[in-house]
Protein backbone atom coordinates (compact mmCIF):
# COMPACT_ATOMS: atom_id res chain seq x y z
CA UNK A 1 0.00 0.00 0.00
CA UNK A 2 1.69 3.15 -1.05
CA UNK A 3 1.72 5.67 1.47
CA UNK A 4 3.89 8.82 -0.72
CA UNK A 5 1.52 9.37 -3.76
CA UNK A 6 3.01 11.52 -6.44
CA UNK A 7 1.49 13.13 -9.29
CA UNK A 8 2.09 15.68 -12.08
CA UNK A 9 4.44 13.85 -14.19
CA UNK A 10 4.49 13.67 -17.72
CA UNK A 11 5.99 14.63 -20.91
CA UNK A 12 7.24 19.12 -22.20
CA UNK A 13 9.34 20.64 -24.27
CA UNK A 14 12.66 21.64 -23.30
CA UNK A 15 12.58 24.96 -21.75
CA UNK A 16 9.18 24.19 -20.16
CA UNK A 17 8.00 23.67 -16.36
CA UNK A 18 6.37 20.89 -14.39
CA UNK A 19 5.10 20.54 -10.72
CA UNK A 20 5.28 17.68 -8.71
CA UNK A 21 3.14 16.83 -6.02
CA UNK A 22 3.50 14.50 -3.34
CA UNK A 23 0.79 13.33 -0.32
CA UNK A 24 1.54 11.79 2.34
CA UNK A 25 -0.17 10.87 5.90
CA UNK A 26 0.11 13.02 8.27
CA UNK A 27 1.89 10.62 10.85
CA UNK A 28 5.06 10.12 8.22
CA UNK A 29 4.69 14.01 7.35
CA UNK A 30 5.14 15.01 10.35
CA UNK A 31 7.57 13.58 11.33
CA UNK A 32 9.72 13.06 8.60
CA UNK A 33 12.21 15.00 5.82
CA UNK A 34 10.50 15.32 2.84
CA UNK A 35 12.05 14.98 -0.46
CA UNK A 36 11.96 14.38 -4.58
CA UNK A 37 14.76 11.81 -6.18
CA UNK A 38 15.51 11.21 -9.70
CA UNK A 39 16.28 8.05 -11.73
CA UNK A 40 17.19 8.50 -15.13
CA UNK A 41 17.91 5.19 -17.73
CA UNK A 42 21.16 3.49 -16.73
CA UNK A 43 21.93 5.76 -13.69
CA UNK A 44 22.00 5.73 -10.06
CA UNK A 45 18.62 7.51 -8.22
CA UNK A 46 19.99 10.81 -6.83
CA UNK A 47 18.35 13.66 -4.38
CA UNK A 48 16.78 16.49 -6.33
CA UNK A 49 16.46 18.23 -3.33
CA UNK A 50 14.67 17.64 0.61
CA UNK A 51 12.48 19.92 2.90
CA UNK A 52 12.23 20.16 6.60
CA UNK A 53 9.19 20.12 8.66
CA UNK A 54 10.33 23.60 8.98
CA UNK A 55 11.01 24.40 5.51
CA UNK A 56 14.95 24.71 5.30
CA UNK A 57 15.76 23.03 1.96
CA UNK A 58 18.86 21.80 -0.31
CA UNK A 59 18.94 20.96 -3.81
CA UNK A 60 21.10 19.47 -6.51
CA UNK A 61 23.78 21.77 -7.71
CA UNK A 62 22.37 20.80 -10.80
CA UNK A 63 18.70 22.27 -10.57
CA UNK A 64 19.30 25.16 -8.08
CA UNK A 65 17.54 28.20 -9.78
CA UNK A 66 15.16 25.92 -11.67
CA UNK A 67 13.42 23.61 -9.20
CA UNK A 68 11.85 24.69 -6.08
CA UNK A 69 10.60 22.29 -3.42
CA UNK A 70 8.19 23.27 -1.24
CA UNK A 71 5.50 22.10 1.58
CA UNK A 72 2.14 22.69 2.50
CA UNK A 73 1.86 21.60 5.78
CA UNK A 74 -2.17 21.79 5.86
CA UNK A 75 -1.84 19.91 3.15
CA UNK A 76 0.34 17.59 4.02
CA UNK A 77 1.38 18.22 0.54
CA UNK A 78 4.87 18.50 -0.62
CA UNK A 79 5.66 20.06 -4.18
CA UNK A 80 8.67 20.05 -6.87
CA UNK A 81 8.21 23.29 -9.00
CA UNK A 82 10.72 22.24 -12.02
CA UNK A 83 11.25 25.23 -14.83
CA UNK A 84 13.31 25.43 -17.62
CA UNK A 85 13.48 21.88 -17.57
CA UNK A 86 16.44 20.12 -20.08
CA UNK A 87 16.67 17.11 -21.43
CA UNK A 88 18.75 15.71 -18.61
CA UNK A 89 15.91 16.19 -16.53
CA UNK A 90 14.57 13.42 -17.95
CA UNK A 91 13.27 10.20 -15.51
CA UNK A 92 11.72 8.67 -12.50
CA UNK A 93 10.76 11.02 -10.11
CA UNK A 94 10.43 9.90 -6.67
CA UNK A 95 8.94 11.35 -3.40
CA UNK A 96 10.65 10.55 -0.67
CA UNK A 97 10.10 10.32 3.50
CA UNK A 98 13.16 9.99 5.55
CA UNK A 99 11.99 9.52 9.35
CA UNK A 100 13.86 12.20 12.09
CA UNK A 101 12.86 9.29 14.88
CA UNK A 102 14.65 5.83 13.21
CA UNK A 103 15.53 7.13 9.53
CA UNK A 104 13.40 4.64 8.19
CA UNK A 105 12.56 6.02 4.49
CA UNK A 106 9.62 5.69 2.35
CA UNK A 107 9.31 6.26 -1.36
CA UNK A 108 6.61 6.87 -3.57
CA UNK A 109 5.48 4.55 -6.52
CA UNK A 110 7.20 7.11 -8.70
CA UNK A 111 6.17 9.22 -11.51
CA UNK A 112 7.45 10.16 -15.12
CA UNK A 113 9.46 13.10 -16.28
CA UNK A 114 10.23 13.33 -20.05
CA UNK A 115 11.78 16.09 -21.23
CA UNK A 116 11.77 16.63 -25.32
CA UNK A 117 14.35 18.89 -27.04
Known amino acids: QAQLVESGGGLVLAGGSLRLSCEAP????????MGWYRQAPGKSRELVGN???????NALDAVKGRFTISRDNAKKMVYLQMNSLKPEDTGVYYC???????????WGQGTQVTVSS
Open 26 to 33: AMIFFSSI
Open 96 to 106: HAKSLMNGYER
Open 51 to 57: ITIRGVT
